[in-house]
């Protein structure tokens, strides 16, 4: 059984910053792309950041480009967001997900998703 | 960037059937038939219902079904139950090499 669990929110200043991790296990982590997904209180789902399995290729969405890093750890099994210079529109539930697929020639959706982790930027 | 369209809420009796409807464009639904749909409940994660357009995954109710044409997606939910009952997101990949995600649609059981 696949599972993704999230760690590392919490409460932060505007400016600050934290490290998200997401512990996988049931599958081969190395072998699938992985995805950070946000829901800000009361809002839809915004797709944040994408990491290839070996990590040579991200993508991020605007907002956060410049200010937000996703890595992997492929011995640990763990995938992370690094967030620095928090605003408050960055508070939000915060999903590591499973991607399958290459999206390019064969399939491409979030397959599994964790519980998330709640990121509050306030003063 | 911008997110997909999709109507705030939809509604029906139970045993009926209702659409949403995923528009976005060229460059992201119409590009790709890489559509899939999410099933949220109150305080809990996202829940995959359709993928590639048109695909269930081993164990979603064959209630459910998604279809596409041109810049639009669907997700048609019959024999509505009242544990239908949630918030259904769509997404898609996009010319970008990113994703986008759906404004997302209530769904309420009269």
């Known amino acids: 059984e696949v599972q993704l669990v999230e760690s590392g929110g919490g409460l932060v200043q505007p400016g600050g910053s934290l490290r998200l991790s997401c512990a996988a296990s049931?599958?081969?982590?190395?072998?699938?792309?992985m995805s950070w997904v946000r829901q800000a209180p009361g809002k839809g789902l915004e797709w944040v950041a994408n990491?290839?399995?070996?990590?040579?290729?991200?993508y991020y969405v605007d907002s956060v480009k410049g200010r937000f890093t996703i890595s992997r750890d492929n011995a640990k099994n763990s995938l992370y967001l690094q967030v620095n210079s928090l605003r408050a529109e960055d508070t939000a539930v915060y999903y590591c997900?499973?991607?399958?697929?290459?999206?390019?020639?064969?399939?491409?959706?979030?397959?599994?998703w964790g519980q998330g982790t709640l990121v509050t930027v306030s003063s | 960037q911008s997110a997909l369209t999709q109507p705030a809420s939809v509604s029906g009796s139970p045993g009926q059937s209702i659409t949403i409807s995923c528009t976005g464009t060229?460059?992201?639904?119409?590009?790709?038939?890489?559509v899939s749909w999410y099933q949220q409940h109150p305080g809990k994660a996202p829940k995959l219902m359709i993928y590639?357009?048109?695909n269930r995954p081993s164990g979603v109710s064959n209630r459910f079904s998604g279809s596409k044409s041109g810049n639009t997606a669907s997700l048609t939910i019959s024999g509505l139950q009242a544990e239908d009952e949630a918030d259904y997101y769509c997404?898609?990949?996009?010319?970008?090499?990113?994703?986008?995600f759906g404004t997302g649609t209530k769904v309420t059981v009269l």
């Open positions: 997900a499973r991607r399958v697929g290459y999206c390019t020639s064969t399939s491409c959706y979030m397959a599994e």
């Open positions: 049931g599958f081969t982590f190395s072998s699938y792309w």
């Open positions: 990491i290839k399995q070996d990590g040579s290729e991200k």
């Open positions: 060229s460059s992201d639904v119409g590009g790709y038939n890489y």
């Open positions: 590639d357009v048109s």
């Open positions: 997404s898609s990949y996009t010319s970008s090499s990113t994703h986008v």
